[in-house]
T-cell receptor, first 111, second 116 residues
Framework: KQEVTQIPAALSVPEGENLVLNCSFTDSAIYNLQWFRQDPGKGLTSLLLIQSSQREQTSGRLNASLDKSSGRSTLYIAASQPGDSATYLCAVKIPGNQFYFGTGTSLTVIP | GAVVSQHPSRVICKSGTSVKIECRSLDFQATTMFWYRQFPKQSLMLMATSNEGSKATYEQGVEKDKFLINHASLTLSTLTVTSAHPEDSSFYIC????????????FGPGTRLTVT
């Protein structure tokens, strides 16, 4: 069974710092990997989606990488802002359209 | 972009009662919808897969008689929590798969259920 782990569980950084969130998964037979943002008590906002054949995706200050063979993905956030404070979830989609979600990283950006 | 709505956004009910949560795809048709549950400070766990016009498929450990799922149309799936107990208090999120773009899934905003 696919297991998805995220490290660290919580992270606090001063505004302006660059940071990296990590995600690992146990089964490399994935269809894609997606990073989401979740604000307290809210649903999910999709940030980046990487297909299994891709190595990275970029959107603005966000860059996500995927190393399927080692079962790892990273989300890089450049020049962090207080508005980036949220919980970040990675999820892998397996064939059959089922998502497996990671445990999340709670990010706080201090002004 | 594709929008999925959930209703209600928050609900409080008494122990022993039933509560229904709706998941709607607003601008696309969804042959498949997924229901997730998220306990405080935990990640989302898939509960069941809802297929239009057929029975839902439940994940291991999820009681199908307690969590009734109905997917009667291409834009609506409902989750009914029957005989709710305080331990059912959770955040329930649905996602819907666009029938014309089968690898795209869109998530609803979630429903916060509190059972007193």
């Amino acid at each position: 069974k696919q297991e998805v782990t995220q490290i660290p569980a919580a992270l606090s950084v001063p505004e302006g710092e660059n940071l990296v969130l990590n995600c690992s998964f146990t089964d490399s037979a994935i269809y894609n990997l997606q990073w989401f943002r979740q604000d307290p008590g809210k649903g999910l906002t999709s940030l980046l989606l990487i297909q299994s054949s891709q190595r990275e995706q970029t959107s603005g200050r966000l860059n996500a990488s995927l190393d399927k063979s080692s079962g790892r993905s990273t989300l890089y956030i450049a020049a962090s802002q207080p508005g980036d404070s949220a919980t970040y979830l990675c999820a892998v989609k397996i064939p059959g359209n089922q998502f497996y979600f990671g445990t999340g990283t709670s990010l706080t950006v201090i002004p | 972009g594709a929008v999925v709505s959930q209703h209600p956004s928050r609900v409080i009910c008494k122990s022993g009662t039933s509560v229904k949560i709706e998941c709607r795809s607003l601008d696309f048709q969804a042959t498949t919808m997924f229901w997730y549950r998220q306990f405080p400070k935990q990640s989302l766990m898939l509960m069941a897969t809802s297929n239009e016009g057929s029975k839902a498929t439940y994940e291991q450990g999820v009681e199908k008689d307690k969590f009734l799922i109905n997917h009667a149309s291409l834009t609506l799936s409902t989750l009914t929590v029957t005989s709710a107990h305080p331990e059912d208090s959770s955040f329930y999120i649905c996602s819907a798969r666009d029938r014309t773009r089968v690898h795209e899934q869109y998530f609803g905003p979630g429903t916060r259920l509190t059972v007193t």
